[in-house]
């Protein structure tokens, strides 16, 4: 279902209380997400926008101009997310009968070929595992240059070959910070593996759950477990009693096994009820305590801090004013200290020419 003014509501509420970007997903039955990324564009000025794709459901080559033009539309606002799918059932809702590593390698090809055809100036032709195409030029460019940004998912060692070598962010779903730690590891020796220069930037997604008190916070915690406990199969990606097919979700089901928490605020009961289900492991406690968990996965290395409340509305709102400010200033110290320490190791020289 696909509500106009609800969905102009939410995205005003992100950008007006300090969200940098908003995602538009991507389901096998959901509204076309780049159609409804072009409404916001034009209604919403300023807000990034983060387009999810899979690359079964079209050729890369009329792809790659839908996404130039809604680039052209916004102003040089997108970043595509690209899904490779970890769910059988799911993929051959729309025809897609690949196994899960062979999609990772169509994934892979895609996306080169979507890079080429953002930047090519003349026609090119391509013949690949899963593609073949002859002297193909597109008449529509992004505004960003060289182009858009690549955004990828997984956890899997395909996922990290495939993500390692093309993505410029790569996101994770919210494990504990050693097991993150662990998967920042695994993609940067991927990505030096495929010969790149540079190394993507990380992106780490949770669902926040917050209050003015750590009492309070909890105590909504526990009401949130029991409404999705409520929803039975609607919250969950396959039937009761049946495992996750992708290592990402196998992941976060056994971290919740291991314990409801970990390290800060790391809540994962939320994720044993919906099987894993994507981003579903929470962050609880105080606007504080959740800036501060924010910050030790920034202190890894994580540069994107995703959220996702599970009032949509409500709780963008009340993020944005508690919980963005916090973590925003003190990235901007952190930095700041980071620069002063490497001016002291690093001190400018001047050179002086008769």
């Not at 406690?285 to 501060?292: K, L, N, Y």
Request: glycine share 10%; hydrophobic share 40%; net charge neutral.
């Amino acid at each position: 279902m696909f509500d106009r003014q609800f969905t102009l509501r939410l995205a005003r509420a992100h950008h007006e209380h300090g969200w940098d970007r908003i995602l538009f997903a991507y389901g096998s039955g959901s509204p076309d997400p780049a159609q409804v990324a072009a409404l916001v564009a034009g209604q919403v000025e300023g807000i990034q926008l983060l387009l999810a794709h899979r690359p079964n459901v079209s050729y890369p080559t009329f792809a790659l101009k839908t996404f130039a033009t809604l680039d052209q539309i916004s102003g040089g606002r997108l970043t595509v997310h690209f899904i490779t799918g970890g769910n059988d059932r799911e993929q051959a809702r729309e025809g897609d009968r690949l196994s899960k590593d062979r999609r990772y390698g169509r994934t892979r090809e895609y996306i080169q070929i979507v890079k080429k055809g953002w930047t090519s100036r003349t026609p090119f032709s391509h013949e690949g595992e899963h593609y073949r195409f002859d002297d193909f030029l597109s008449d529509v460019f992004p505004v960003q240059q060289p182009r858009p940004l690549v955004s990828f998912g997984g956890s899997s060692p395909a996922a990290y070959a495939a993500g390692g070598a093309e993505a410029d962010i790569y996101c994770l779903w919210g494990e504990p910070l050693a097991q993150t730690a662990e998967q920042i590891a695994a993609v940067r020796s991927a990505a030096l593996a495929s010969g790149r220069r540079d190394l993507p930037r990380f992106q780490v997604a949770f669902r926040p759950v917050i209050a003015p008190t750590e009492e309070k916070a909890w105590e909504k915690a526990a009401r949130t477990l029991e409404a999705i406990k409520s929803r039975g199969a609607s919250s969950r990606r396959l039937p009761a009693g049946h495992a996750p097919e992708n290592a990402g979700s196998q992941r976060l089901v056994a971290i919740a096994a291991g314990g409801d928490r970990y390290d800060r605020a790391l809540w994962t009961p939320t994720a044993a009820a919906t099987g894993g289900a994507g981003n579903s492991t929470a962050l609880v406690g105080t606007p504080e305590t959740v800036a501060q968990a924010l910050l030790d996965y920034y202190d890894l290395g994580v540069e994107i801090l995703s959220a996702r409340g599970y009032d949509l509305l409500e709780d963008a709102v009340d993020f944005g004013r508690h919980v963005i400010p916090i973590v925003r200033e003190e990235v901007a110290k952190r930095d700041r200290e980071r620069e002063a320490a490497e001016s002291r190791q690093y001190p400018a020289t001047s050179l002086a020419g008769r």
